[in-house]
C-alpha cells in the first residue's frame, strides 16, 4: 500500500531536511509576515519545477499532477511564528530575532511538507491524481486558514491532511483520532461602567472593580452549573484592566478571555449564558454591560473514514505501535476551515522526548523538538496522499 520510494527518499534526504528546519527555526517570521519564508518555498519549488501561485499576501498553493487521472488531496502545513522570546541559548540555530520564536513547531511543518513535495514529485508519473500543497500563514491568529480558503485552496479538493508536531505526545508516536481532535476557540471582551469617584467617597460611586471582581469570581458557574458535565467547556480570564489610580474609584473595567468547546449547541448556550451572567452583575451594582464574542476557530472534527486511512498508513508506515490514544486537546486550530470545505483529517506527530529536554508546552520559550520526528511527518505526509489517491 504504501510508497517505498517515497520512504527511501526521505530517510537519504534527513539531513537536509534537519537543515531546513533549522534555518526557518533562526528565521521567525509572524503571522502576515511570512515573506521570506514565503520565498523561500517558491525557491525550492521552482528549483523542481513543482508549479505553484502565491496567496495573498504571504503563502503558497502548489499542485503535483500526477501521470493518471485521479482525485485531489490537500495537504497543509503551516509556517507562522510566535510573539515568544526565545530561551534556549545553547541552540545553534536559535532565533535571530527578539521577540519572535518558532514556539509551535510551524518550522517544522513547513519543513516536512516541503520534503513531502520533494519525495512525491518523484514518483509523480505514478500518482493517479493530484497532490496539492498548502504552506498556510497567520495559523496562530487564525486567519491564514480562511483567507486561503477564500482564494481557492479547497477548489476541487476531495480530501484534506495536516500534521501538528506535538510535544505532549512522546516521540515515535502518533495520534489521528476519529472524531474530536481540536476544540472551537472564541474570544470574548467584557466592558464593565460604573461612576468613579474618590476613593474616600465611595458612596457616591459605583465600582467597575468591584463588579469586574464578581463577575470574575462567579463566572465559572456558567460552565460548572450551566452546562452538561458529559459535554466538555474551558471558560478562562486572560487579562483583566481596571482602575487608573490607587485613590481614584474605577468608572471602567476591560475583562478579555476564551472559551473552548467541541458541540455547537455548548457552544451557542455558553456565549449567550455569558452575556447574560454579565448583564446580571452589571445590573446587580448598578453598573452596565457590553460583551463582545468573537467566534475564531471551529472545532477540529476528524473525519472517520479519513482517520481509519491514516491509521492504515501509519501501521504500515511505522508499525501498529506507533498509533497513540490520547485524548482530545481544547487547544485551538485554524485547520478546522479547511474541514469545514471537505472531509480530512488531522494528526499529531509525537516529538516529546525528556532526553533531549522536547517536553516543554507549545508556546513556551523553552520550546523544542526531538529533530527525530521530522522524517516521520514528511513521510506521513507524503504516504497519506499517496495511499489515498490510490484507494
Given amino acids: 500500500m504504501i510508497n517505498e520510494k517515497i520512504k527511501a527518499y526521505i530517510l537519504e534526504h534527513e539531513e537536509e531536511l534537519i537543515a531546513t528546519r533549522r534555518k526557518l527555526h533562526s528565521e521567525p517570521e509572524l503571522s502576515w509576515e511570512e515573506e521570506n519564508t514565503t520565498v523561500f518555498i517558491c525557491e525550492q519549488l521552482e528549483a523542481l519545477g513543482i508549479p505553484y501561485r502565491r496567496t495573498e499576501p504571504t503563502g503558497v498553493i502548489a499542485e503535483i499532477k500526477g501521470g493518471k487521472p485521479g482525485k ?12 515568544v522570546q526565545e530561551l534556549n541559548q545553547d541552540l545553534s540555530y536559535k532565533s535571530n530575532f527578539d521577540g519572535k520564536m518558532h514556539a509551535c513547531g510551524h518550522d517544522a511543518h513547513t519543513s516536512m511538507l516541503l520534503f513531502a513535495a520533494k519525495a512525491l514529485h518523484q514518483v509523480k ?4 491524481g493530484t497532490v496539492r500543497l498548502l ?9 491564514g486558514a480562511k483567507a486561503m480558503v477564500k482564494q481557492g485552496a479547497m477548489d476541487g479538493v476531495d480530501n484534506v491532511f495536516g500534521i501538528h508536531i506535538w510535544s505532549q505526545t512522546p516521540m515515535k508516536k502518533i495520534v489521528c483520532n476519529p472524531g474530536p481532535a481540536f476544540a472551537a476557540a472564541d474570544i470574548f471582551k467584557v466592558e464593565f461602567k460604573g461612576r468613579g469617584g474618590h476613593g474616600a467617597i465611595p458612596q457616591d460611586t459605583i465600582d467597575a472593580a468591584v463588579v469586574a471582581s464578581s463577575f470574575v469570581m462567579n463566572v465559572q458557574t456558567v460552565v460548572s452549573r450551566t452546562v452538561d458535565p458529559l459535554d466538555s467547556a474551558v471558560l478562562t480570564i486572560g487579562k483583566m484592566e481596571v482602575g487608573t489610580r490607587f485613590n481614584v474609584i474605577a468608572e471602567n473595567a476591560v475583562i478579555e478571555g476564551t472559551v473552548r468547546t467541541f458541540n455547537k449547541d455548548t457552544r451557542d448556550h455558553v456565549e449567550r449564558e455569558l452575556e447574560h451572567y454579565a448583564n446580571t452583575v452589571a445590573s446587580l451594582y448598578g453598573a452596565t ?5 468573537t467566534r475564531g476557530t471551529n472545532a477540529v472534527i476528524n473525519d472517520t473514514n479519513s482517520a481509519r486511512l491514516s491509521h492504515e498508513v501509519i501501521s504500515e508506515s511505522f508499525g501498529p505501535r506507533v498509533l497513540h490514544d490520547q485524548q482530545p486537546t481544547m487547544g485551538g486550530e485554524d485547520f478546522s476551515f479547511f ?6 483529517c488531522f494528526a499529531l506527530v509525537g516529538c516529546g522526548n525528556p532526553e533531549k529536554d522536547t517536553e516543554w508546552a507549545h508556546h513556551h520559550g523553552r520550546f523544542n523538538i526531538d529533530e527525530d520526528a521530522l522524517i516521520t511527518g514528511a513521510e506521513l505526509y507524503a504516504q497519506y496522499a499517496w495511499v489515498y489517491l490510490n484507494s
Avoid at 508519473?125 to 493517479?128: A, H
Avoid at 454591560?289 to 464574542?293: F, G, L
Avoid at 474541514?339 to 480530512?344: K, Q, R
Fill in 135 to 143: 504552506f498556510q500563514p497567520a495559523e496562530e491568529i487564525a486567519e
Fill in 289 to 293: 454591560a457590553k460583551v463582545t464574542y
Fill in 72 to 83: 485531489t488531496v490537500a495537504l497543509r502545513g503551516d509556517m507562522d511564528a510566535l510573539s
Fill in 125 to 128: 508519473d505514478e500518482i493517479p
Fill in 339 to 344: 474541514l469545514d470545505e471537505v472531509p480530512g
